[in-house]
């Protein structure tokens, strides 16, 4: 049964950072490219990050480069995003996605909050 399991996500203060973590199972996680997005309240599902089998190669919108940041530790399964520069833009629901041999896996998602 595949599974992607999101954690770290809370309440943090504009100008903070949060790493929030994906921990993948009953797939070949190695094999398989990752993305992280995010959906805030009224709006559509946005790519915040992606990132190669390898982790080579990465990809962030715009409004995400040079304070995300994506990596993957494939020998503990687990995708990571590395939130810094937090504004209340950002606050959202954010999910791991997983894509191996065109088949799309999500996780249930985690809450990030920024506010004062």
């Known amino acids: 049964q595949v599974q992607l399991v999101e954690a770290g996500g809370g309440l943090v203060q504009p100008g903070g950072s949060l790493r929030l973590s994906c921990v993948a199972s009953g797939f070949t996680f190695s094999n398989a490219a990752m993305e992280w997005y995010r959906q805030a309240p009224g709006k559509e599902r946005e790519l915040v990050a992606s990132l190669s089998t390898g982790g080579g190669s990465t990809y962030y919108p715009s409004s995400m480069t040079g304070r995300f940041i994506i990596s993957r530790d494939n020998a503990k399964n687990t995708l990571y995003l590395q939130m810094n520069s937090l504004n209340t833009d950002d606050t959202a629901v954010y999910y791991c996605?997983?894509?191996?041999?065109?088949?799309?896996?999500w996780g249930q998602g985690t809450q990030v909050t920024v506010s004062s």
């Open positions: 996605k997983g894509k191996l041999l065109g088949v799309d896996y």
